[in-house]
Nanobody, 116 residues
Framework: QVQLVESGGGLAQPGGSLRLSCAASGLTFSSYAMSWYRQAPGKERDLVAV????????TYVDSVKGRFTISRDNAKNTVYLQMNSLKPEDTAVYYCNVRIRYTYYWGQGTQVTVSS
């Protein structure tokens, strides 16, 4: 079955950086676009970034453009989210996602807290 395992979250200061990783298994990784979502306390889960199957096309929500970079390594079945210039409003649980046909698969999430 499809499994997604996120890692790399933690505490960062405003202006700092973190790199999230999501290791995927149980799917032909190179065939699917991958996404990162985040959910802040008391809010809905929102899309942050998407990368196509070969890594040539990326899309970002306006609030992270120029600060976050999504990438992937198809040889390692892993997608990354490099987060720079972090702000307190980036605090959330970050989830890796893949849609296969009509089914959405999620990881367990990794907590990112931005605070001084």
């Amino acid at each position: 079955q499809v499994q997604l395992v996120e890692s790399g979250g933690g505490l960062a200061q405003p202006g700092g950086s973190l790199r999230l990783s999501c290791a995927a298994s149980g799917l032909t990784f190179s065939s699917y676009a991958m996404s990162w979502y985040r959910q802040a306390p008391g809010k809905e889960r929102d899309l942050v970034a998407v990368i196509n199957s070969v890594g040539g096309t990326t899309t970002y929500v306006d609030s992270v453009k120029g600060r976050f970079t999504i990438s992937r390594d198809n040889a390692k079945n892993t997608v990354y989210l490099q987060m720079n210039s972090l702000k307190p409003e980036d605090t959330a649980v970050y989830y890796c996602n893949v849609r296969i046909r009509y089914t959405y698969y999620w990881g367990q999430g990794t907590q990112v807290t931005v605070s001084s």
